[in-house]
């Protein structure tokens, strides 16, 4: 006589890798995020209150900066794509102020 976990019965409720099925979330997981947020928050004002939460100071804050600047600026393309961009919005810009300042002499020309 075959038991329920030899004939695959078994695993149907856990939504192993045969069920087909994402495994039901529990615990944390479970909560919305409202929640989550709430129990972090808890446990970061605690850490607070005892003493251990980490503080950057301005000299660890600057050298995590400085650390993530690098890591962008490794790659060629995303730093090209930026520098076009802040190129264009330059340019955009100039020929906005441009525009406005034909704009101010031609209505100064007409009211003449």
Same mark, same amino acid.
Request: aromatic letters at 2%; proline letters at 1%.
């Given at each position: 006589?075959? +038991?329920?976990? =030899?004939?695959?019965?078994?695993? !149907?409720?856990?939504? #192993?890798?045969? @069920? &087909?099925? %994402? ?28 003493? +251990?939460?980490? =503080?950057?100071?301005?000299?660890? !804050?600057?050298?995590? #900066?400085?650390? @993530? &600047?690098? %890591? ?41």
């Amino acid at each position: 006589m075959a +038991t329920s976990k =030899e004939n695959g019965k078994g695993n !149907a409720q856990k939504g #192993g890798a045969g @069920g &087909g099925q %994402a495994p039901a979330k529990r615990g944390f997981a479970a909560m919305d995020q409202n929640q989550q947020r709430e129990i972090a928050s808890k446990g970061g004002q605690a850490a607070h209150q005892k003493g +251990t939460a980490h =503080e950057f100071d301005s000299e660890e !804050a600057r050298r995590a #900066g400085q650390k @993530g &600047g690098e %890591a962008v600026s490794r790659n060629r393309a995303h730093m090209a794509d930026i520098g076009r961009k802040g190129g264009e919005s330059r340019q955009s810009a100039q020929r906005a102020a441009a525009a406005a300042k034909n704009a101010g002499n031609r209505q100064g020309e007409k009211e003449s």
